[in-house]
Structure formats: C-alpha cells, structure tokens
C-alpha cells in the first residue's frame, strides 16, 4: 500500500481514474491499490488520504502484535503440556528402572536433568514452532512480496540466504557441543551440592569445611569457563545475522541503486524504496529463526541426557503376569549367585522358609546379607540359579505382589518430608484413621506422637530430621504393620540405636512378628535365640546353619560373633 501511495502522492506514478479489471494477477492488484490511492486524494486531498493511510497501518500492525499474542497464549498450554509430560515420564521411569541404572549415576546428576535439562528443552520447543511456523511464514510472505516487486533482485536475495545460513550452522554445531559439557558439568555441581548436604554433619565433624568449599569452587569454575564460551557464541548469534543480513542490504542496495538510476531500469524508484523497506522487515524474523536455531540446538543436548533416562530398561518383570503369591507355603533359594558390578557378593546360596518359621541370618559385615533380602524383594535380579515360592519361580510372580506380600524394616529408616500420618498411611493406601492410630500404638508410637506439638499431623522433615532416630523407626514399623504382609524382613532394624530406643523398637518387632514368617538380620544375637534355624554368612556363602544352642557348641564362626556381641554389650 505505501508503494503506490508514495508514487501517487509524490508525482511519479500517473493517477488511476478507472476501476481496473480484476483478475488472478499481481500486476491487477497493484493497479487496484493505485485506483484506490487515485480515489482517496480525488475525494478528499492528499493530507488526508495521508491521514488515511497512517490509520490503516496503524490498525495494520494492531492486528499483526494482537494475532502474535493469541499465537503466543495458546502456544502455552502446548509448550508447557509437553514439558509436563517428559517431567512425567521421567519420574516414572525412575520409580520403575533397576535400582542398579540409579546407582550408576549421581542423584544431583538426574536432578540436574529433571529440572536444568528440561528448562532447555522447553526454550527449544519454543524455538522449534516459532522455526516450523512463524518465521518461515512471514519470511515466504516478505519474499512473495519481494518478487512481486523485482524479480532479480529478490533473486539476489535467495542466493545470499545459503551462504548466511551455512556460517550460522557452523556456529550452531559447536553451541550444541559447548552446551552439551554444560550441562554435564552443571549435573556434576548439583552431584556436589547433595552430597554436601547430605554429609554436612561429617563435614564439619572432620572440620574439612574449606576443603571441600574448595572442590565445590573448583566445580563451579569449570562451569563458569564453560558457560562463558557456551553464551559468547549464543550472543554472537543475534549481531552475526543481523551483520550478515546487512551485507545482504547493502549489496541490494548497491545493484538496486544502479537498477533504478538506468532509465530503461523495470524498477520505479518507489518501488525499490517499498523492497528496501520490506527487505528490512525480513531482518527480524531472520534474526528471530537465527536465535531459534541455536535454542534448538541446545535443546538437543539437553534432550540427549533427558532420553538417556527415558530409553533405560525397566525392571524384568513377566509381561502382562498378573500372578499373585496366594496360600504362601514356602520360600526357597537354590544355587544363588549375584555379582555387583564385577564383584562376587553370593556365591551357590540354598536355603528354605517354611510357612511360620523365624530364620535369621547371621555374619560379619559385607558378607551378603542383605543382597539376599534385596533380591527377595525383587529390587535386584540374581545372575544364576533361583527363587522358589511355592514351587513357581519369584520372577514369575508380579513385581508389585512379591512387594505387596513382603514387609521390611531397614537398618536405616526412610520417612517422607510429609506428616506423620502420612508416612503411616503410606504403608496401605486403603487404611482408615483407625487403622494408623492402631499402627502407631502396636509400634509403641503413640505416646510420643502425642506429645508433639501436632501430634499425628507433625511434619516429620527432611528424611524424618525433626525425629530421633529410635522414633524414625518406630514409624517404620507402624507403616509396616498397617501394610499386614504375611512375610517379615528386619534387616538390622535396631543396629543404630541406643539402648532405651532399641527397647522400644524391639517390643514393637515383637508385635509385628506375630504369627508371620520372619528373616531376621541382625548382629544383635540376643534376640535370635529362639529363631527356628540361624544361618551363618560368610564371603557369600552359607557356611554353617543350626539353632543358637547347637551353633554356640559347633560353630567357631558364630561362637566369636556372640562372644564379641557379649563384649561389646
């Protein structure tokens, strides 16, 4: 529309007096846009048809920003739905891959890729529709326009693009590499972070504070130097195409120049202002389509370390087996043998539970017991021989049934930050008030609860931080109890506890073995003596197996075990 006003306004194109005929051309369009002009200043002056003009482009460009909003509102829900899946899928796949693909990185690591890493992944999602849909449109729309004006020019124009896009790709591919050793090294500071967290009491009791401020720094150094090269090239982008566009300009400018001072020239001087003008506003979009390539070019590094997560196996488990472990009669390893990470942990394990019996497992520390408690519960897979319950091997039973069927109270008790309550409820998601009130009483619980500043709705902390550790515990077994398994795993439930909190969480394992089968590990051979067989551990292998009395008479293994337990008491 500028175009052919500026022609008519200005005395350089002849006025249109007569409606043009209208049909599929260009060329129509132009001359009704020089009739319309011609009309205006006719009617009613040129300072008006000015007037005019100025509003029209005004309302032009309220529509174009207002259309770019509504591009951008519902674009919202897209970019931000797609993150929300990926989150999604990635915790899921955490909670169902082998505990060993978790034990083989570092939690600050799959931190860093569930929130650093997916940040970078949505700026690319951003990036890759405003590159698929936005950009290209209204730089096909700017070209079309441009054609219409002077073919050869326009011409000069799309040669010129290659050769600006080859040096930006250039430069996109070493970003993706430079941003790739970010987030690395990103992932290896939040690994850090954690485990200074994590150990900060042993930190300050070992009074390496500046130490490991100083492996922390230098950490964080390397992510500097790195994040430093990763943005000069990211900012080089913007000015490098808008450098490289202006070359474009100046060479079009040069040859349309020449173009429009040759009087048998196919380009009017208005015309070639209008292709200047227009050619201007291709810069933004190609800036724009610049800027979006490198964020994709991130995004794909970030979405590598994101995938790497989500194509990980999940736990071997039969495939639709819906097989739950009914009418338990017995449990039986036979042969076992497992291998952590190229070490021999068991080697040719037999044993049998009957229905009923109390075992316990006895031995010196990292002889294997409790590999045999994680591979019961299934959190592991044996390399050789195998498990029997009822005759039908473990593995075709439905993982979440083994664990259903299972109840274990660890050696170190885990809590949620959530409340106490919650933390029992977690045990049997179908219990009533009733049901948790009763857990806390049968654990021995319940007096202390009460006297909480808010009793079953205390928010325990961070891993349970705000409770002691013979409270911890206690809890534990409440969560255990209101789960009711027919089949008990205390794997040294009171190792780490002084003597009033191990009275007390003794009292409440005696309440939970109640009329359960029971694998008991522990050092504490007190409470093993009444156990229907005791089994000796060592260096992977049952080596000797009895009741208390006939171990203490024949066993020379288990005999020093109870006389350093009796020293030690």
């Known amino acids: 529309m500028i175009i052919p006003f500026l022609g008519v306004l200005f005395g350089t194109q002849e006025r249109v007096v007569k409606p043009p005929e209208i049909i599929n051309s260009i060329e129509s369009v132009k001359n009704l846009f020089y009739y319309q002009i011609s009309h205006t200043i006719e009617s009613s002056g040129s300072a008006k048809a000015l007037i005019l003009i100025c509003l029209v482009i005004l309302i032009s460009f309220l529509f174009r920003n207002l259309f770019r909003y509504l591009a951008l509102y519902f674009m919202v829900p897209i970019r931000n739905g797609v993150i929300n899946d990926i989150r999604v899928v990635i915790n899921k ?3 169902s891959i082998p505990i060993k693909s978790i034990e083989k990185r570092k939690k600050g690591d799959l931190l860093s890729r569930i929130s650093n890493d997916l940040i970078e992944i949505e700026w ?68 850090k ?18 130490h490991i401020h100083s492996i922390f720094s230098n950490e ?50 208005q015309e070639f202002i209008g292709f200047v003008l227009i050619f201007s506003q291709l810069i933004p979009p190609a800036k724009s389509l610049t800027s ?67 075992i316990a497992i006895v031995g010196y520390s990292g002889s294997g017991k ?21 005759k039908e091997r473990l593995s075709k039973y439905d993982i979440s049934s ?70 911890k515990q206690r809890i534990c077994i409440a969560r255990t109890l209101i789960q009711n398994p027919e089949f008990l795993i205390l794997d040294e439930a009171t190792s780490s506890l002084d003597a009033d909190s191990t009275e007390y969480v003794n009292m409440a394992i005696q309440n939970i073995m109640k009329d359960r089968t029971c694998l008991i590990i522990t050092h504490n051979l007190n409470t093993i003596k009444n156990c229907d067989k005791i089994l000796i551990l060592e260096k992977g292998r049952i080596v000797d197996s009895g009741t208390h009395n006939k171990l203490l008479k024949n066993s020379e293994i288990y005999s020093n075990l109870f006389e350093k337990f009796t020293n030690h008491q």
Do not use: W
């Open 193 to 210: 972070a954690d485990e200074i967290l994590s150990g900060i009491r042993t930190i300050k009791s070992l009074n390496i504070s500046k």
């Open 370 to 390: 409790t590999t045999i408690c994680d591979l019961i519960n299934r959190l592991y897979n044996f390399d050789s021989g195998e498990v029997y319950i009822n």
């Open 292 to 358: 979006s390539f490198y964020s994709i070019k991130k995004g794909n590094a970030a979405s590598k370390r994101v995938f790497e997560i989500i194509n990980l196996k999940d736990e071997v488990n039969v495939k639709n087996s819906k097989k739950k472990i009914k009418n338990f009669n017995y449990l039986e390893f036979k042969d076992v043998h497992f291998s952590h990470e190229n070490n021999k942990v068991l080697n040719g394990i037999s044993f049998k539970i009957n229905k009923g019996e109390n």
């Open 220 to 269: 964080s150094k390397k992510y500097r130097q790195l994040m430093n090269s990763l943005l000069r090239k990211k900012d080089l982008s913007s000015p490098m195409s808008e450098f490289l566009s202006t070359i474009v300009l100046v060479i079009v400018l040069l040859i349309g120049g020449t173009m429009v001072l040759n009087t048998k020239s196919e380009i009017l001087a």
């Open 402 to 471: 083994v664990r259903e069927f299972f109840g274990s109270v660890d050696q170190v008790p885990f809590l949620f930050n959530d409340t106490i309550f919650n933390n029992i409820f977690l045990g049997n998601l179908n219990a009533k008030n009733n049901d948790v009130i009763k857990a806390a009483k049968d654990s021995y619980s319940y007096n202390f609860i009460k006297k909480l500043p808010e009793e079953f709705y205390f928010n325990v902390g961070d891993k349970g931080n705000n409770l002691s550790q013979g409270e």
């Open 124 to 191: 690319s999602i951003m990036s890759t529709l405003e590159m698929l849909f936005k950009d290209p449109i209204t730089i096909i729309i700017f070209l079309i326009a441009l054609l219409t004006l002077s073919f050869k020019l326009t011409l000069l124009v799309i040669i010129m693009f290659p050769i600006v896009g080859f040096i930006i790709g250039y430069i996109g591919k070493q970003l993706q590499k430079d941003s790739e050793k970010v987030q690395n090294q990103m992932g290896k500071i939040m690994s």
């Open 93 to 95: 796949k955490l909670l």
